[in-house]
């Protein structure tokens, strides 16, 4: 008996242990694959207003707002929100009016509203990069604001907006777990919780209130703290904490800080769904090891989902080229070597398709798949091992080829071309004429990726205005 009780008592504790530190290894598990899917959506969306502000009909209707400039620049905008997932795209002059916007034909167009109170048009009109998460004052949905100032001349004349819709995050959580992320002010503005939403960790002074009025940051919210108490802190990132008014449970949680946006993403495990495995522990030993298989292939099928995020984050699904975020953190390297070897050439192409939409309206969005998959195919076809063959969003692409000079690249870029047009795609009984437009540049020493891709998207530029259906490297 007292051997007996011994051996509870020493498996209680050993049980104890073990449950506290699966509860934090599991939080930074969850936390990690969290952390890799809010990167992956704001990577997915960073450079494009860098790159779209530069747009010469966006500089235009600032300088000349009448309705035919304006009407141009709401339908491309629609056009760039609707390809790259954007939730909204607008123009502002600096007074903060919105003079050009993607849904400006919807009842709730950002078109002639005033924004000049949210922070992120401040920041642009200052000459920063403007950042900002907050509940949409028009639209009443969240998003997450990014604000780049348009400037002619070296003079500034307006700000350039994207909003990203923050709606996918967080749909795929296992019910057992509590996902929180707060902005720099310690408010959630995005939880597993409903009942969290718009609530800050601590109380906020009256200067933090008052600035959040005035920008209408989260409209509606009485700003009442969570009820979140904190009981143990175990180091810099893991806690024990109490939740609740009523009756609360203790939970381990785990606190990351997202460097880009600012944001702390924190996750929430309930002890209680560990404590079976405390008595588990004292009062069936002969289970530790059914307890141990299970442990290994919940290991697995977590190395598994993480794997799978990781691959859906590297490789387009559809077309099987690379994604943006895997642009993002292999292209320097290869513009880093060029730097150093400048002699052995780096070349780009930027394609999109001809006319996609139109093949859309004809044909479906199916087969507008169809055509997406036979250009990728393509591509990937034409390309070498040390190439970078990447899906940049909607129906356009880019490929980055170190070891080739402009006049190579031009050449094989005509070969793609012709041979994407020559073969067609077959659909049932009838063929869909793809053809496709590719701006060509090479790289230049000392020059950014940014710059490098926006000479290389002038080029295409230049070829769809020629006529499509071309190759521009040197077009004027």
């Known amino acids: ?48 207003p860098k790159v779209v502000k530069f747009h ?10 009448d309705a035919d400039n304006i009407q141009r620049t709401n339908i491309e905008l629609e056009r760039i929100a609707r390809q790259s997932g954007l939730a909204a795209a607008y123009i502002m002059d600096l007074q903060g009016n919105t003079i050009a916007a993607s849904n400006w034909n919807q009842t709730s167009s950002f078109v002639g509203k005033n924004y000049g109170i949210r922070p992120y048009f401040q920041q642009a009109k200052a000459g920063q990069t403007g950042h900002y998460v907050a509940i949409g004052i028009t639209s009443r949905k ?49 939880s597993s919780r409903q009942e969290w939403l718009y609530r800050p960790l601590n109380s906020l002074s009256a200067e933090a209130l008052d600035r959040l009025k005035q920008a209408r940051k989260y409209e509606g919210s009485d700003f009442s703290p969570l009820p979140i108490y904190p009981v143990e802190e175990i180091s810099d990132i893991y806690r024990r904490v109490h939740i609740g008014d009523n009756n609360p449970q203790a939970y381990v949680s785990h606190r990351t800080r997202l460097a880009g946006p600012g944001w702390t993403l924190e996750t929430y495990l309930p002890l209680e769904t560990y404590r079976g495995s405390i008595f ?31 691959a859906a984050a590297i490789r387009d699904p559809l077309t099987g080229t690379f994604t943006r975020l895997y642009m993002n953190e292999s292209v320097p390297a290869l513009l880093a070597t060029h730097e150093r070897h400048p002699e052995g050439g780096l070349s780009l192409f930027v394609l999109d398709i001809d006319n996609f939409k139109t093949i859309n309206d004809q044909h479906g969005h199916v087969i507008g798949d169809d055509v997406l998959r036979y250009v990728g195919e393509h591509l990937l076809h034409h390309v070498r091992a040390s190439d970078i063959t990447i899906r940049y969003g909607g129906d356009e692409f880019m490929m980055f080829m170190p070891g080739i000079g402009i006049e190579d690249a031009q050449v094989l870029a005509e070969r793609i071309r012709a041979n994407i047009t020559q073969q067609g795609l077959s659909v049932g009984d009838h063929m869909v004429n793809v053809t496709i437009s590719i701006g060509v540049a090479e790289h230049i020493h000392g020059e950014t990726i940014q710059e490098f891709m926006r000479r290389a998207d002038k080029q ?17």
């Open 1 to 48: 008996m007292l051997l007996s009780l011994s051996g509870g008592g020493l498996g209680y504790f050993y049980g104890h242990s073990i449950s506290c530190n699966k509860a934090q290894y599991d939080a930074k598990e969850y936390a990690d694959a969290l952390e890799l899917e809010v990167v992956a959506l704001l990577n997915r969306f960073r450079l494009i």
């Open 56 to 65: 010469k009909g966006f500089v235009q209707s600032l300088n000349q707002p």
């Open 142 to 190: 969240l998003g997450y604001y990014i604000a780049e100032p348009i400037s002619d001349n070296n003079h500034q004349i307006g700000v350039f907006v994207v909003k990203i819709a923050l709606s996918d995050l967080f749909r795929d959580l296992n019910n057992h777990i509590d996902v929180t992320l707060f902005d720099n002010d310690g408010i959630a503005f995005l």
């Open 280 to 310: 588990l522990y004292a009062l069936l030993g002969f289970l530790i090891v059914l307890s141990l298989g299970l442990l290994f292939y919940i290991m697995y099928v977590r190395e598994s989902y993480r794997a799978q995020k990781l």
């Open 460 to 476: 295409l530029y230049k070829a769809k205005e020629n006529g499509r259906n071309q190759v521009c490297a040197n077009c004027s």
